[in-house]
């Protein structure tokens, strides 16, 4: 799962004024990595405090070390390669191997010491969004702390003073290296174990992008126009499944780095809103929902009991962010005949594509996609094709699972006579009114109708 990277021992990498005089360069921890993009079982704490972990969508929790009464981190901002779903990636910028980077987990009252090292061709800092830290070290490059150059490692070290959901990201040319990827989610779990428990802790951060079909960059100066709206830089069907066992209390933690704000949805369940990036919510000021939007920069966590079992639909609402790379910009051609129009299109531009005239399910396509692509829509389910892409994933909840089993059980066991069926019952055309004469209002009919 894992890996070491071995030149992080070196004192030259570091400034004797980049890291605090309380470290020395050589006591800098190692830096884990991931090569993986499934999620990872949830990281138990061997020393301090116990607590439940969170599990991260395709993505994992940082390791770290214990240094007399501080816990260490080690992130290493670097240029890498994500997969968004299978047959599409993109060359990103992020942390540890990954675009998020990996969730970083703590206890309130921890001291945290974190390193960062700097392997991208321009400078970097750290922002620790909605923590209170002190100002120097806030992460704003030029107001709070010199940026750290590349080839460079700073530490930043400061209490957990509250518990919490929060995030952290660059703000150092932040336009750029925010829509390159670099981000993560920060967890502060409660010193009191008792305090408001789940049984499963999940989170994930929305981040969006634009990468044109065939290409593998991002194009950072966009401001609306995005095509992969994605969960931890993935889109359906790349996402992780959430599996729950029946009867547990969950928790879901989103984070949201992307232009605009997100509905969020669970299908079959009502749920909370107990945690934002500005700290819990009164138990007296929650109230029932089944969505909750999540502004630009901001992050919602809610509480649910998974007593429903089946596999439930989880997404954004936002009906073109359940939707993948192509064709935002397609034109509408319902009712339209497609046949004589793709033949004309055909010769002028042999690698054009016509909708159907029907609607846009993906078998009306004309054509495969580019390289490097993914098509809308794309998942499929039991029943047939899962027309959703982008932010959709399912909550499979299921009676048995383990304590810590999140492996996908499979496709949910219908019991009989619960799944909508097909009757043989064509319907009538129903009866009209007849228009009104010109210049006269049609009075309704009041025939047949009991009062």
Request: glycine content about 10%.
């Amino acid at each position: 799962m894992f890996s070491r990277r071995g030149f992080l021992g070196s004192a030259a990498l570091v400034t004797a004024s980049a890291v605090s005089g309380r470290v020395q360069a050589a006591a800098i921890p190692e830096a884990p990595t991931m090569d993986k993009v499934v999620m990872q079982p949830p990281l138990h704490p061997t020393s301090g405090p116990d607590y439940r972990p969170v599990v991260t969508l395709n993505g994992w929790s940082l390791p770290w070390r214990m240094n007399g009464d501080w816990k260490e981190f080690h992130l290493v901002a670097e240029p890498v390669v994500r997969e968004f779903a299978d047959g599409m990636k993109g060359n990103l910028w992020g942390y540890n191997g990954q675009a998020p980077g990996p969730t970083i987990e703590a206890v309130e009252g921890d001291k945290v010491r974190i390193f960062v090292t700097n392997r991208l061709p321009e400078h970097t800092t750290v922002h620790w969004h909605g923590m209170i830290v002190p100002s120097g070290m806030d992460g704003v490059g030029g107001l709070n702390q010199p940026h750290i150059k590349p080839g460079k490692t700073f530490v930043y070290e400061f209490e957990m003073k509250h518990s919490g959901t929060f995030m952290y990201h660059p703000h150092s040319d932040e336009m750029v290296q925010m829509a390159m990827g670099m981000m993560g989610m920060f967890i502060v779990h409660p010193r009191d174990p008792a305090f408001r428990p789940v049984d499963r802790d999940f989170v994930f951060i929305m981040s969006s992008y634009l990468i044109d079909p065939g290409t593998y960059l991002p194009k950072v100066n966009e401001m609306t126009d995005f095509n992969m709206w994605t969960w931890n830089s993935r889109v359906y069907p790349g996402i992780d499944p959430m599996p729950i066992r029946l009867g547990d209390r969950i928790r879901v933690r989103i984070g949201n780095l992307t232009m605009t704000n997100h509905p969020i949805h669970v299908h079959g369940h009502n749920f909370a809103v107990t945690c934002t990036d500005g700290g819990w919510v009164p138990v007296s000021a929650q109230y029932p929902e089944t969505t909750t939007d999540v502004p630009v920069g901001a992050v919602r966590a809610f509480d649910m009991l998974a007593d429903n079992p089946g596999d439930w639909a989880f997404h954004c609402h936002k009906s073109h962010h359940t939707m993948n790379a192509m064709g935002h910009d397609m034109r509408n051609f319902i009712g339209v005949s497609r046949k004589d129009l793709a033949k004309a299109v055909g010769k002028l531009a042999p690698d054009a594509m016509v909708m159907g005239s029907t609607g846009m399910a993906m078998g009306n396509m004309e054509m495969p996609a580019p390289d490097n692509t993914l098509p809308m829509m794309t998942g499929t389910g039991q029943f047939g094709p899962i027309e959703m892409g982008g932010m959709f994933t399912v909550m499979k909840i299921r009676e048995g699972l383990g304590r810590d089993d999140y492996a996908d059980p499979g496709p949910y066991k219908y019991p009989p006579g619960t799944v909508a069926y097909e009757v043989e019952a064509p319907a009538a055309e129903p009866a009209r009114q007849p228009p009104a004469a010109p210049g006269r209002k049609a009075k309704p009919s009041m025939k047949g109708m009991k009062m």
